[in-house]
C-alpha cells in the first residue's frame, strides 16, 4: 500500500504559504492521487474536524472535478454504494477509526475500493484494529498520513481548533495529555513545511518547555520513520535555512487579547457576529439606509424604544408603562427606589439584572424581513481586499473604501452626470451608486460588501465611545498619553474606574477592570476595592478575579502600588510609538513584536528563551529597531504628534514582496492568539523579508479569552 509521497518535490515547501501547502496535499496527494488510482465516481467520507480541514482550504467545486460525486459525513448513517469507491478523510482518534472499522464490519458500505487518509500520526493501537479487519484490508487503494492536522486559516498562519485547551492547560486536570496532542498537531505542521526546527521556549512557562521537550521527541521519531522526509537546512537542501521554532505561553501576556485593537480585522472579530471566517450581511441595507442622517438615528431611537415596549408587554407589564418615554422611564425608577423593603430591592435588582440582559442581547435579533435578505460572505484569503486591508486602521479602510468608490462613481464610463460624481457621498449612497454600474459587477459586490462591513465596525465603535474608551486603554497600558508624554499612573486608573462607572454592559466593565488589574500589575487593596466597586459584577463575574491569581500567576494586589507591566519577561512598558500607519490611537505594542524582532535579529536572550539542544550563540547586535521606537514625524509643533486620535502621521508601506531570507520563524501560542498578534507577524515578515508562520491552539477574541479564564 503505498504511503504518503509529499517528499518527492525537493523544493514546494520553500516558498509557497502554508495555506497553499494544505490545499495541494489534499488535492494531489489525496483526492488527485484517488482519481488517478479509480477510473470511477468516488465518495468522500469525513469527520467533522477533517471537514474543517477541508472548507478551510479548498471549495467543493475542486474536490467534484476529481471525480468524488457525495461528501458524507461519518457520524452519521449513510447509504450504501458498493459499486463505487470511498475516500475517507479522518482525525486520528479512535472514535473515528472505530467508526470507520464499522463501514465493513457490520456489512460493507463501499464494495470496491477505500482511500483512506488520516490527518496526522496514527496511534500503533488504532493502527492494528485497522488491519484486523480483513473486509476493509482487503479493499485499501492507499492508508496513508497526510500530516494536515490544524485549520490553515491564513498563508501563514493556523490554529488547532483546540479551545478548551485553555482549561486543560491551566486548570491542570489529573493525566492531561494535553501537550502530546499540541505535539502531534505541531510535526504536523513541521512535516508539511519540510522543517526539523530548532526549538525555543519561554523560561518560567512549565507547559511550553514540557511541549518543547515532547515535541522534539515526538519530530525526531518522525524523521525516524519516514526516511524519506527532508527538511529545509539538511545536508542536501541548503538553499534555505534550518527553521526555528519558538514556543510561547498565552499567560505570560493577558494583556493584549483584552485591548480594543483598530484594525480591520481585529474589529470585525470584536464587534462583529462572525463564526469561522463566516459573516452575515443585511443586503441593499448600505443602499437603503443613510447612517449619518439624523433622520435614520431618530428612527433607530424609535425601534429600539418599540423593540423595549413589546417586552414589557411580553412580562404583563401595563399599558400605561409600555407608552411610558425615557422621561417616565427615570420617574418609573425613582417610584421603585422609594420601596426600601427587602422585597422591594430584591425586586429591584432583579429588574436591572433583565434590563441589562436585554440590552446586551438587542442587537442580536434580527426581523424576518432582515434575514430574507440576508447574506453569508466569507472573510479568507481567497478574497483579495480582506487580504489587502485586514491588518489596516479602520479608519484607514474606510478613507480608502471610499476613494476607491469615489473613483469608479467619477470614471467615465459610469454613466453619472457631473452633479452626481462623488463629491459628498455617504459611504451608504457610494453603495448604491456601485449597484448601478453593470460593468463592475464583481468589483462593485467587494467593495460594497467592505463598505458595509467597515461601516457596522464604525457604528459599533461611535455608537459604544471605544474611541475615548481606547485611548483610556492606552493609556494604562502604555503609561503615556497620545502626545507620548508620560501619564500619572493614579490618574490612569481613575479614568478607567470613571469608564467603568459610565459602561452599561457588564461584560464591558469587566473588559475594563481586567485592563487595569493587569496593566498596573495590580493594585492597592483599597483602590483595588473601588475599581472593583465600580464595576458591579455579578458573583459569576467576580470569579474571574480569584482565577486570574489562581490559575494564571497574575498580582491583583500589590501593596506599593507602584511597577509597570512585564510581559513575557520584558519589564519595559510596551508603548511609547506610533503604530505602523501613524495612528496615536494605537500606542500599545503586543510584545510579540519585540520578541519576534530579537529572535529574528539573533538577540533574543538564550536565558528567558533556552533551547532544545545547539541553538546559536546571540551576536548581542541589534538591528537598531528591536526595542527602540518609531521615529516621529518632522511636521510642526511636537514631533510626531498626531492632531486627531486618528489622523496618520507617517506614510504607510506597501510591499507585497514575498521572497524571503534566511530561516523560517514558526512562533506557537499556548492558548490562543489575538488578531493582533496576527498582525505583528506579517509586518515583521514584511519588515525583514524573513519568514513568518504564527499559530495558536485557536484564535481568540476577547470575549473569548474572558468567558475562558471564567470557566477555569
Not at 77 to 94: C, G, H, N, W
Not at 203 to 230: C, H, M, P
Not at 583 to 609: C, D, F, W
Request: hydrophobic fraction near 35%; glycine fraction near 6%.
Amino acid at each position: 500500500m503505498p504511503r504518503d509521497k509529499k517528499n518527492k518535490k525537493n523544493s514546494d515547501s520553500a516558498n509557497e504559504g502554508l495555506r497553499r501547502l494544505v490545499q495541494r496535499r489534499l488535492l494531489d496527494e489525496c483526492f488527485q492521487y484517488s482519481a488517478d488510482n479509480w477510473e470511477g465516481w468516488m465518495i468522500l467520507v469525513v469527520d467533522r474536524k477533517a471537514m474543517k480541514v477541508i472548507s478551510n482550504a479548498i471549495g467543493m467545486y475542486d474536490i467534484m472535478e476529481r471525480r468524488v460525486t457525495l461528501v458524507e459525513d461519518i457520524e452519521r448513517k449513510r447509504a450504501s454504494f458498493k459499486d463505487m469507491a470511498v475516500i475517507y478523510l479522518l482525525a486520528p482518534t479512535e472514535d473515528s477509526v472505530n467508526r470507520l472499522i464499522a463501514d465493513y464490519e457490520d456489512g460493507v458500505l463501499y464494495g470496491k475500493a477505500a482511500f483512506i487518509f488520516f490527518l496526522g500520526r496514527v496511534p500503533e493501537k488504532h493502527m492494528k484494529r485497522i488491519m484486523e479487519c480483513r473486509p476493509l484490508v482487503k479493499r485499501i487503494r492507499a492508508l496513508s498520513e497526510a500530516n494536515i492536522d490544524f485549520l490553515a486559516k491564513e498563508m501563514r498562519a493556523f490554529h488547532f481548533d483546540m479551545r478548551k485547551a485553555f482549561s486543560d492547560v491551566y486548570n491542570r486536570k489529573p493525566k492531561s495529555k494535553v501537550e502530546g496532542r499540541m505535539a502531534e498537531k505541531l510535526v504536523s505542521i513541521c512535516a508539511t513545511l519540510n522543517e526539523f526546527p530548532l526549538i525555543r521556549y519561554k523560561e518560567g512557562s512549565e507547559t511550553a518547555k514540557t511541549l518543547a521537550k515532547t515535541l522534539n521527541v515526538k519530530i525526531e521519531d518522525f524523521t525516524r520513520k519516514n526516511v524519506d522526509f527532508w527538511f529545509h537546512g539538511d545536508s542536501k537542501h541548503t538553499t534555505q535555512d534550518r527553521a526555528v521554532l519558538l514556543i510561547l505561553d498565552r499567560k505570560d501576556d493577558c494583556l493584549t487579547p483584552l485591548m480594543h485593537d483598530f484594525t480591520y480585522q481585529s474589529m470585525v472579530n470584536d464587534l462583529l457576529k462572525i463564526n469561522d471566517d463566516k459573516i452575515t450581511l443585511l443586503q441593499d441595507i448600505a443602499a437603503d439606509e443613510d447612517y449619518e442622517s439624523e433622520d435614520s438615528e431618530e428612527e433607530d431611537k424609535k425601534k429600539k424604544k418599540d423593540k423595549k415596549k413589546k417586552k414589557k408587554k411580553k412580562k404583563g407589564e401595563d399599558s400605561d408603562e409600555e407608552d411610558s418615554d425615557d422621561e417616565n422611564s427615570d420617574e418609573e425608577d425613582d417610584d421603585d427606589s422609594d420601596d426600601d423593603s427587602d422585597d422591594g430591592k430584591k425586586k429591584k435588582k432583579k429588574k436591572k439584572q433583565e434590563e441589562e440582559h436585554e440590552e446586551e442581547d438587542s442587537d442580536e435579533e434580527l426581523t424576518e424581513e432582515q434575514l430574507a435578505n440576508a447574506k453569508d460572505i466569507l472573510l479568507n484569503e481567497d478574497d483579495k481586499l480582506w487580504v489587502e486591508f485586514r491588518g489596516k486602521h479602520i479608519a484607514t479602510v474606510i478613507q480608502q473604501l471610499s476613494k476607491r468608490c469615489s473613483e469608479m462613481v467619477n470614471s467615465n464610463t459610469s454613466g453619472f452626470t457631473s452633479k452626481d460624481k462623488g463629491k459628498g457621498m455617504s459611504l451608504s449612497q457610494m453603495a448604491s451608486a456601485l449597484k448601478a454600474l453593470p460593468e463592475y459587477k464583481e468589483v462593485m459586490a467587494k467593495l460594497s460588501q467592505h463598505m458595509q462591513i467597515a461601516h457596522e465596525c464604525m457604528d459599533k465603535v461611535t455608537g459604544n465611545g471605544l474611541v475615548d474608551l481606547g485611548e483610556i486603554e492606552q493609556e494604562l497600558a502604555t503609561g503615556v498619553d497620545q502626545d507620548l508624554q508620560k501619564i500619572a499612573r493614579k490618574d490612569a486608573i481613575a479614568s478607567g474606574k470613571k469608564a467603568m462607572e459610565e459602561l452599561k454592559k457588564e461584560k464591558d466593565r469587566l473588559r475594563m477592570l481586567m485592563i487595569i488589574i493587569i496593566s498596573q500589575a495590580g493594585l492597592k487593596p483599597d483602590v483595588l476595592s473601588e475599581v472593583t466597586a465600580a464595576a458591579k459584577l455579578s458573583p459569576s463575574s467576580k470569579k474571574i478575579l480569584t482565577n486570574m491569581t489562581e490559575y494564571l500567576g497574575l498580582p491583583i494586589l500589590n501593596e506599593e502600588g507602584t511597577g509597570g507591566l512585564s510581559l513575557f519577561g520584558n519589564g519595559q512598558k510596551h508603548a511609547g510609538e506610533v503604530d505602523a500607519e501613524g495612528m496615536a490611537s494605537q500606542r500599545y505594542v503586543p510584545p510579540l513584536k519585540h520578541i519576534l524582532e530579537g529572535l529574528i535579529n539573533n538577540t533574543l536572550s538564550a536565558e528567558e528563551y533556552p533551547g532544545i539542544g545547539y541553538m546559536p550563540e546571540a551576536t548581542g547586535q541589534a538591528s537598531g529597531t528591536a526595542h527602540s521606537a518609531r521615529k516621529r514625524g518632522e511636521g510642526g509643533g511636537r514631533k510626531g504628534r498626531a492632531t486627531s486620535k486618528w489622523q496618520q502621521t507617517t506614510a504607510e508601506k506597501a510591499n507585497n514582496d514575498e521572497s524571503f531570507q534566511g530561516g523560517r520563524v514558526i512562533v506557537f501560542m499556548i492558548g490562543g492568539l489575538t488578531f493582533a498578534e496576527l498582525r505583528v507577524a506579517r509586518g515583521i515578515m514584511e519588515k525583514t523579508s524573513r519568514e513568518v508562520v504564527a499559530g495558536s491552539t485557536v484564535f481568540t477574541r476577547p470575549a473569548d479569552f474572558i468567558e475562558d479564564v471564567k470557566r477555569l
